[in-house]
């Protein structure tokens, strides 16, 4: 029997489901710009080779970040469909739907993402 979501989880749901394909084109983008980077490495003088180092360095940073919020909006994605969004995976309580709504990925309610953070 599949699980009926509610009219919040619908449009959590929605949200999530905009949310990835705009970080995926965004992963993309930056794929393109890191592989133009990479290809055109071995030109130009030793401050050109530093920057671009720089720039690779910080472009695979991003990327990092961008992956593990993709992941995360996956999870989401699976809690939703399993009937288990919302709920903290520390303590078991509802999320507050301003949370979700902020951060519509949050496992975990703000009493205990200040306990992780400590």
Same mark, same amino acid.
């Given at each position: 029997?599949? @699980?009926? &979501?509610? *009219?919040?989880?619908?449009?959590?749901?929605?949200?999530?489901?905009? &949310?990835?394909?705009?970080?995926?084109?965004?992963?993309?983008?930056?794929?393109? +710009?890191?592989?133009?980077?990479?290809g055109s490495g071995g030109t130009g003088d030793s401050v050109d080779?530093?920057?671009? +180092?720089?720039?690779?360095?910080? &472009?695979?940073?991003?990327?990092?970040? +961008?992956?593990?919020?993709?992941?995360?909006?996956?999870?989401?994605?699976?809690?939703?469909?399993?009937?288990? @969004?919302?709920? $903290?995976?520390m303590c078991g309580k509802k999320i507050p739907e301003d949370r979700?709504?902020?951060? *519509?990925?949050?496992?975990? $309610? &703000? *009493?205990?993402?200040?306990?992780?953070?400590?």
């Open positions: 029997m599949d @699980y009926e &979501m509610t *009219p919040f989880e619908k449009e959590m749901e929605q949200n999530l489901i905009e &949310m990835r394909e705009s970080l995926l084109s965004k992963i993309s983008k930056s794929d393109t +710009d890191f592989k133009n980077l990479v080779i530093a920057s671009d +180092d720089l720039a690779t360095k910080k &472009m695979e940073a991003i990327g990092k970040l +961008d992956v593990g919020k993709l992941n995360a909006i996956n999870q989401a994605l699976v809690r939703i469909r399993n009937g288990k @969004y919302g709920v $903290c995976a979700l709504r902020a951060i *519509p990925y949050a496992l975990l $309610c &703000m *009493p205990c993402k200040r306990k992780s953070e400590h």
